[in-house]
T-cell receptor
Framework: AQSVTQLGSHVSVSEGALVLLRCNYS??????LFWYVQYPNQGLQLLLK??????LVKGINGFEAEFKKSETSFHLTKPSAHMSDAAEYFC???????????FGAGTRLFVKA | EAQVTQNPRYLITVTGKKLTVTCSQN?????MSWYRQDPGLGLRQIYY???????DKGDVPEGYKVSRKEKRNFPLILESPSPNQTSLYFC??????????????FGPGTRLLVL
């Protein structure tokens, strides 16, 4: 069965610092992996996704994530945090041939001025 | 504008009083889904639909019903709400069957409080 673990329910960084949000997954078949972002009082929107092409995936707003099969990880990074990045971030996985997406518990990112 | 809409956005009700949360998309998407979001648990899928008249249970379907009579609409029905159904609900849609790496497009959410 597929599952997603996000390490750290809350992450706090200073403006301009590196953002690193961790995601590990389990899947019995090649996975599709996603990062979604939820801004306050809004629905989720896609940041980026891995669909078996390049292992380093670039998304919107300067975010990127690297698929590492050996570590079953898909960590999200951004070199320099901005105040507008404060939001909740969800990692998600779906399986080849599957119709369901499994979401992690989410990580809330705080950005300090 | 391409979007998923949900109504109402906020709802307070009492235990046992039937309610319906509507969801509509204008993107001609095949796949639609309902999730509930609870602190520390992330999003959990309630029901999904791959086409008109085709629905299936997600991970937490107990206490909920759905129907898909038209492609654009996917209402969520709580026939006898209970306090443990207090949550934030999201409707989502995607172009195909919801699998194979498809992006889902989310509505703005419905915050439900059951007293």
């Amino acid at each position: 069965a597929q599952s997603v673990t996000q390490l750290g329910s809350h992450v706090s960084v200073s403006e301009g610092a590196l953002v690193l949000l961790r995601c590990n997954y389990s899947s019995s078949v090649p996975p599709y992996l996603f990062w979604y972002v939820q801004y306050p009082n809004q629905g989720l929107q896609l940041l980026l996704k891995y669909t078996s092409a390049a292992t380093l995936v670039k998304g919107i707003n300067g975010f990127e994530a690297e698929f590492k099969k050996s570590e079953t990880s898909f960590h999200l990074t951004k070199p320099s945090a901005h105040m507008s990045d404060a939001a909740e971030y969800f990692c998600a996985v779906s399986e080849t041939g599957g119709f369901k997406t499994i979401f992690g518990a989410g990580t809330r990112l705080f950005v300090k001025a | 504008e391409a979007q998923v809409t949900q109504n109402p956005r906020y709802l307070i009700t009492v235990t046992g009083k039937k309610l319906t949360v509507t969801c509509s998309q204008n993107m001609n998407h095949e796949y639609m889904s309902w999730y509930r979001q609870d602190p520390g648990l992330g999003l959990r899928q309630i029901y999904y639909s791959m086409n008109v008249e085709v629905t299936d249970k997600g991970d937490v379907p107990e206490g909920y019903k759905v129907s898909r009579k038209e492609k654009r609409n996917f209402p969520l029905i709580l026939e006898s709400p209970s306090p443990n159904q207090t949550s934030l609900y999201f409707c989502a849609s995607s172009p195909g069957d919801g699998g194979n790496g498809e992006t889902q497009y989310f509505g703005p959410g419905t915050r439900l409080l059951v007293l």
